[in-house]
Nanobody, 120 residues
Framework: QVQLVESGGGLVQPGGSLRLSCAAS????????MSWYRQAPGKQRELVAR???????NYADSVKGRFTISRDDARNTVDLQMNSLKPEDTAVYYC??????????????WGQGAQVTVSS
């Protein structure tokens, strides 16, 4: 079993910055993919950013150049640095990881969600 704990959400003014963190704990053999999703009220959950074990990344077009995803494999953490925040970035942000708990068993896990509100 794997647990994900998110931290770092909050209220920020437009143009400001926030950093989200997600820590995975439990029986972990490897984490090939770590991602951040978000869901705004009345909208579907969408992928914000993804980082693979080799370090390659993907970003949603709406956040490119403003958000940066990073991971620390020694601590099994993934962070999302969000700069130049806009009101449309307001959403609940969810950490998501694919975890190998053994050499062959791969399972997907979600964090509890962190509210990010961008408002003046």
């Amino acid at each position: 079993q794997v647990q994900l704990v998110e931290s770092g959400g909050g209220l920020v003014q437009p143009g400001g910055s926030l950093r989200l963190s997600c820590a995975a704990s439990g029986t972990i053999f490897a984490i090939p993919v770590m991602s951040w999703y978000r869901q705004a009220p009345g909208k579907q959950r969408e992928l914000v950013a993804r980082i693979f074990s080799g370090g390659s990344t993907n970003y949603a077009d709406s956040v490119k150049g403003r958000f940066t995803i990073s991971r620390d494999d020694a601590r099994n953490t993934v962070d999302l640095q969000m700069n130049s925040l806009k009101p449309e970035d307001t959403a609940v942000y969810y950490c998501n990881v694919d975890v190998y708990t053994t050499t062959s068993l791969r399972t997907n896990y979600w964090g509890q969600g962190a509210q990010v509100t961008v408002s003046s």
